[in-house]
T-cell receptor
Framework: EDQVTQSPEALRLQEGESSSLNCSYT??????LFWYRQDPGKGPEFLFT???AGEEKEKERLKATLTKKESFLHITAPKPEDSATYLC?????????????FGKGTKLSVKP | EPEVTQTPSHQVTQMGQEVILRCVPI?????FYWYRQILGQKVEFLVS????????KSEIFDDQFSVERPDGSNFTLKIRSTKLEDSAMYFC????????????FGPGTRLTVL
């Protein structure tokens, strides 16, 4: 069964304290892995798409990496406005039109 | 920047009533989706829609649910007879025909069934 597990469930950082969020996945074949940011009561906001092991994407203080079994979202020198829940989702091969399988997310809190 | 919109933002209904949730996908997108998120739980796939028909649906999407694209811009989710357990955030998403497979989500409709 295709599955996505994110860790930790919650992460508290001081402003400027860099860290990483983990997304482990089990799929029969990976067509794409997606990172989204979700603010309370809002919809997921697209951040990155990764397709193959070794691929990296960057945007401001965020960098996403991908291996054959997991993905990491690295946050460098975070600011309070980075506080949100970060969702990982996979699109496995065989899904006809791309239904995504989500993890439960990591809730990030950045204190000033 | 184009975005997915959803109405209403919050819907309160009595158990057994019908509700229709509305979405306007990004204008040149071809693939449309509904997901739901029960409070504190994962975002779950409900249904995908392409070329005016359902492409795939999950076990959650039973006979009480239906989707429709009544015109060139709207995409709706209908729940015929709501249950308490239908209370959740419902997200619409759309995807273009490009190679990125990226789905863009709307802000959601919070459905509360009393």
């Amino acid at each position: 069964e295709d599955q996505v597990t994110q860790s930790p469930e919650a992460l508290r950082l001081q402003e400027g304290e860099s860290s990483s969020l983990n997304c482990s996945y089990t799929v029969s074949g990976l067509r794409g892995l997606f990172w989204y940011r979700q603010d309370p009561g809002k919809g997921p906001e697209f951040l990155f798409t990764l397709y193959s092991a070794g691929e990296e994407k960057e945007k401001e203080r965020l960098k996403a990496t991908l291996t054959k079994k997991e993905s990491f979202l690295h946050i460098t020198a975070p600011k309070p406005e980075d506080s949100a829940t970060y969702l990982c989702a996979v699109h496995p091969y065989g899904g006809s039109q791309g239904n995504l399988i989500f993890g439960k997310g990591t809730k990030l809190s950045v204190k000033p | 920047e184009p975005e997915v919109t959803q109405t209403p933002s919050h819907q309160v209904t009595q158990m057994g009533q019908e509700v229709i949730l509305r979405c306007v996908p990004i204008s040149n997108h071809l693939y449309f989706y509904w997901y739901r998120q029960i409070l504190g739980q994962k975002v779950e796939f409900l249904v995908s829609f392409y070329n005016n028909e359902i492409s795939e649906k999950s076990e959650i999407f039973d006979d009480q649910f239906s989707v429709e694209r009544p015109d060139g811009s709207n995409f709706t989710l209908k729940i015929r007879s709501t249950k308490l357990e239908d209370s959740a955030m419902y997200f619409c998403a759309s995807r273009g025909r490009d190679s990125t497979d990226t789905q863009y989500f709307g802000p959601g409709t919070r459905l509360t069934v009393l």
